[in-house]
């Protein structure tokens, strides 16, 4: 079984701040990582995964993640926060099924 | 590029109704998933399908069946509408590539 943990339901930084969205997982097979992002009444996008491949992961939007097996921690930055990056964020893990199991989400607010 | 088409975007219903969701994968994607998202939730895996058979089943109630088609599209049926059903219902696609791709969501509102 898997599951993740993400630390923060609600995360504030100031436009050009770094972003810091942090995820940690649980997993009893090597895991597959994702960071979504969800805008308001919208569906989920994918920003980023994770495959077993380099463990510094770019994605859309300057977001990276970086997979730390020793920590089992997954966390999302971005170095300068931008307006349009208010949204909720999931982190999400896939195990021996390939079925997706979310974390709780974390909503970012980028403040002018 | 051609995304995951869902239909209808917005449904509402009465308590013990029941309604059907449709899914149109992206082109040449043999999976198809439902997830389900409450308000202010993190979504739930209920169930997927690969090559028409069911694969994976999650926390689907047992009011809730889903099959999918011929062409891979798939349809979610649910009986007995309660309030606690209302929710954003997604249907995500994937090729062997692990990835899957959204589509817009259903929001089910029961009354």
């Known amino acids: 079984a898997q599951s993740v943990t993400q630390l923060g339901s609600h995360v504030s930084v100031s436009e050009g701040a770094l972003v810091l969205l942090r995820c940690n997982y649980s997993s009893s097979v090597p895991p597959y990582l994702f960071w979504y992002v969800q805008y308001p009444n919208q569906g989920l996008q994918l920003l980023l995964k994770y495959t077993s491949a380099a463990t510094l992961v770019k994605g859309i939007n300057g977001f990276e993640a970086e997979f730390k097996k020793s920590e089992t921690s997954f966390h999302l930055t971005k170095p300068s926060a931008h307006m349009s990056d208010a949204a909720e964020y999931f982190c999400a893990v896939t195990g021996a099924g390939n079925m997706l199991t979310f974390g709780g989400g974390t909503r970012l607010m980028v403040k002018p | 590029a051609a995304g995951v088409i869902q239909s209808p975007r917005h449904l509402i219903k009465e308590k013990r109704e029941t309604a059907t969701l449709k899914c149109y994968p992206i082109p040449r994607h043999d999976t198809v998933y439902w997830y389900q998202q409450g308000p202010g939730q993190d979504p739930q895996f209920l169930i997927s399908f690969y090559e028409k058979m069911q694969s994976d089943k999650g926390s689907i109630p047992d009011r809730f069946s889903a099959q999918q088609f011929s062409d891979y599209h798939s349809e979610l049926n649910m009986s007995s509408l309660e309030l606690g059903d209302s929710a954003l219902y997604f249907c995500?696609?994937?090729?062997?590539?692990?990835?899957?791709?959204f589509g817009p969501g259903t929001r089910l509102t029961v009354l």
């Open positions: 995500a696609s994937s090729d062997r590539a692990n990835e899957q791709f």
